[in-house]
């Protein structure tokens, strides 16, 4: 069964070598001859270094369309017209789901029509020369986003394509995108994708990785993310990782988000080791946008108000399309300068907000308690844990479409529209904490003059896109 190791210099080989024989591409992601271009590099185009190093947030959008040269003008865009701080290539589904051959249809009728046929930038079709051409002709730092379960082989043609980090993680992303994959080989795939970035990075050229906080997007407990954050940056740290960027998707309650990212950054300090480099990057709003630009505008505003106090490292924007899928690049600038407007207000001011380290401290309690769990289940190994602990319910995700993970657990707003969860499932939370949500709950209800119950669950995943925060009955409000 597998464990949280190191690969051997000779494994990583094999399966190197097994890996890039998957499509012709492959050949040319030579290690030896990709540090020599890493080398090349100016300051300004090292990840991990502009990341580290800036003194406020880091603006980064999401942006991926098929052909190179279209990918490069968006790029160039968004840095100009939407002041992007870092740039982003998002890779097209037929890749993510390793259907190379799709995305090269895909790709040869966008070359023809003009069009965008893909959902995104097909990097492994593109091949090293391809992604070298990206990275050369873009002034900022670029980073690989996707949401692919066996990531291998586009990470081995990125990275020798210059990327300098590169997204996702095992389990942030299988369980909340598929039920193909299970966990123990999503675990194994990711350790040669960690492995390989570890040997870049003992060769002097930081490959910054960014495990997916946000998961399934739709209301997730600060704890569970959080923990799957730094099991993650665990099992990256053995492989040789050094710069980790942890993630967090915005819940919309102010209080609760501040505090969640920084219980991130204090545990991922805490919990990783001391020669890995941990920062934080705060998603806006990952479940359901207003079908209207200017709420989306709202939603967006909210995001960049807390990302303000809380001060992660960067921040994923959104866009005021979101709603209805990729958006124009001018949305996607407007997303960026709606929250640049905001952070540039906020970050002067002072503001402090009643209940954050209570909030705080509630969501370390719980995450450590998951943690423990999880290295129970595994005998202080994180990988064996990881997995046992997902199957036996210790861990969970709620609405989670992967047969790894039980998606047992329901979450509900409280009264203040902070994450809770309704139903606990087996979650190795204790009865201590069970109360405190049910408590919060159960003022909820008496609220709104109802019982606590899955139509609770259900008008909170559309609160938002309906212009609201808590899914309530028509008429009832707490706000005094
Ligand atoms: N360009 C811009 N945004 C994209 N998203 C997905 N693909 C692209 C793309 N090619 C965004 C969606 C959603 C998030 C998950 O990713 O709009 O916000």
Redesign the pocket.
Known sequence: MIRDERLSATALAQIDSQVRGEWPTGEAADFEDALAFHESLPPEKRFATVLESADSPLLQ?????PRLADQIDLLEYLQMAGEADLLPT?I?SYTRDNQYEKAATGLEAARKSGADTL???PAVNHGVEGCRELIDALDAPVEVRH?TPDARLLAAVTFAGGFQSFEGGPISYNIPYTNRHDLATTIEHWQYVDRLAGAYTERGVRINREPFGPLT?TLVPPSIAITVMIIEGLLAATQGVRSLTLGYGQVGNVAQDVAALRALRKLGNEYLPSEVTVTTVFHEW?GGFPPDEARASGVIGLGGLTAAIARPDKIIT??PQ?FR???TKEA?AAGLRTTRQLIDMILEQDIEIDGIDDEQDLIERETRQLLEAVFEHGNGDVARGTIRAFNSGALDVPFSPSDSANGAVLPARDDDGRVRLLEFADLAVSEEIKEIHRNRLARRAATEGREQSFRMVADDVDAISDGKLIGRPGGVSNAD
């Open positions: 959008p999401r942006a991926g369309v998002t097209d959902n995104g930038f949401g997007g990952m959104k866009s979101e899928g990729v958006p996607n």
